[in-house]
């Protein structure tokens, strides 16, 4: 739970910060100005795509095949800590907007459409609550191996270039991104946590 703790804790302060922190502020429009400067057609095409895998008509059909493969393999307990993981992300992101209403980068930077709310990120929240989700459950159920530690890295690296498009394109502060993140990993934490305790409870009754 102290995973969850932290994360939590650091998207309080960052909720406090976009609204009284000129530090905050200045750092999420000098990030942007800084990804808006290094652009090219190239990079921008590559971050248009790697954008899309956080959208929810890719992050569904992920989620539900990882939970079948996940149950195929006898481990129900984690296919159910998936749904519940990227669903509960996305309850929580999309309530956190609501509450927060906080306004998007301007329109002139902005390289594809966005709509909404722009705090938390919605795509890096998905983005972790799905991608890095599935790689750290599907670590668990394989067992430790190297193979196993590769497939966490290489979810976690998904996570984090889905938030850094969202930077890049111009539809999201920094700010909004790591709280994305932040939400999901909590989120994710919790989860675990519970199977854990269900884990110790349903092993006591055994004995």
């Given at each position: 739970m102290a995973v969850a703790g932290l994360c939590t804790g650091l998207v309080?302060?960052?909720?406090w910060a976009i609204s009284r922190s000129g530090w905050v502020r200045s750092t999420d429009a000098a990030t942007l100005r800084w990804m808006a400067g290094h652009r090219s057609a190239a990079l921008s095409s590559v971050?248009?795509?790697i954008t899309a895998f956080g959208d929810v008509t890719v992050?569904?059909?992920?989620?539900?095949?990882?939970?079948?493969?996940?149950a195929w393999?006898?481990?129900?307990d984690l296919a159910v800590v998936l749904l519940a993981s990227s669903a509960g992300t996305w309850v929580l992101v999309n309530s956190m907007k609501l509450a927060v209403q906080r306004p998007r980068p301007p329109e002139a930077v902005r390289?594809?459409?966005a709509s909404g709310w722009s705090?938390?990120?919605?795509?890096?929240?998905?983005?972790?609550?799905?991608?890095?989700?599935?790689?750290?459950?599907?670590?668990?159920?394989?067992?430790?191996?190297r193979w196993s530690a590769v497939v966490v890295v290489v979810g976690a690296a998904v996570a984090l270039l889905i938030g850094a498009s969202r930077i890049y394109l111009g539809v999201h502060w920094l700010s909004d991104?790591?709280?994305?993140w932040a939400v999901a990993v909590a989120w994710l934490a919790v989860l675990l946590a519970v199977?854990?305790?269900?884990?110790?409870?349903?092993?006591?009754?055994?004995?």
């Open positions: 309080v302060v960052l909720r971050f248009r795509t992050v569904i059909p992920l989620v539900l095949l990882g939970a079948a493969l996940l393999r006898r481990r129900g390289l594809v459409a705090f938390p990120s919605g795509h890096a929240g998905q983005a972790a609550g799905a991608y890095f989700a599935l790689a750290v459950l599907f670590a668990m159920a394989v067992g430790r191996t991104v790591v709280a994305g199977l854990s305790l269900r884990r110790r409870g349903a092993n006591r009754a055994r004995c």
